[in-house]
């Protein structure tokens, strides 16, 4: 006998008239978000708290998250591998996200990247 979900959610198509049973009713919001927050990260040269990150946002679009929303998005993000995040998540060092980038797997591994254009000077 099957049990009885927690929640339960749907999305409904208002052109047919059809109701889609949803697993994560969070995940379509979350995924719909994270693209414009990728878009804020981008124009950024540091990492940003959520705090900043929420003064950012366009004030016109009407689905402006709130505060603490985006904050759970910025941590999923993290928790997924979408986004880096550097700070301690203290008052005093809040947590910072930014975009991934090209030398993040040599930090990874506790390495320096190489420097740009090296192989140009050891060759004169």
Partial sequence: MPETPDRLAFVWN????????????????FEENLKRIQQILEYRDEPATHLELYNEWP????????????????????????LRRVGEGTTIDPYRYRMKNTNDEYYDRGELPPLPGLEDILQV
């Fill in 14 to 29: 208002p052109t047919t008239g059809e109701f889609t049973p949803v697993d994560d009713p969070f995940k379509m919001q």
């Fill in 59 to 82: 004030e016109t679009d009407t689905t402006r998250p709130s505060p603490r929303q985006l904050y759970n998005w910025l941590n999923r993000a993290y928790d997924e591998d979408r």
